[in-house]
């Protein structure tokens, strides 16, 4: 196992250097990353963020809440606003929940939430009534 983390080149599959680092806060860092390869040179904004916990620290810094977003992400600001569009409206069509549900799938899938947020996702879903 590498202990570094590494870019490589999408062009030319070099791995790339690390030209420059900012750390807007404590679990998120955004680079600037190079490609080494003389005959490519091609170069990327990357954003490297820690999202979630796998172990706890054992001397944690009070200052740093992992598990909890610092602030919303773009996906959740638009699941919260489909979820509360539904929750408003009369006459809810079956697609629009079927939009939604396929939302959350997907988010689940692609590992963004964990399954226990999809199922507070879901259920909400499921409170809404189909008229």
């Not at 005959?39 to 172990?55: D, K, T, W, Y």
């Not at 992992?66 to 992400?73: D, F, S, V």
Request: with cysteine; glycine share 4%.
């Amino acid at each position: 196992m590498s202990k570094s983390i590494g870019f490589y080149c999408p062009h030319c599959g070099t791995r790339m250097h690390v030209s420059s680092r900012k750390k807007p806060s404590p679990l998120l860092h955004e680079l600037i990353v190079q490609c080494r390869n003389e005959n490519c040179l091609a170069s990327f904004a990357a954003s490297l963020e820690m999202v979630r916990p796998i172990q706890n620290s054992i001397n944690p810094n009070p200052d740093v809440q992992t598990g909890l977003p610092q602030h919303k992400r773009q996906w959740e600001l638009e699941l919260e606003h489909q979820l509360k569009s539904l929750e408003l409206l009369p006459e809810i069509a079956d697609e629009q929940k079927n939009y939604v549900e396929g939302f959350i799938s997907a988010l689940f899938h692609a590992s963004t939430i964990d399954l226990t947020r999809a199922q507070t996702y879901r259920q909400r879903l499921q409170q809404i009534k189909l008229l």
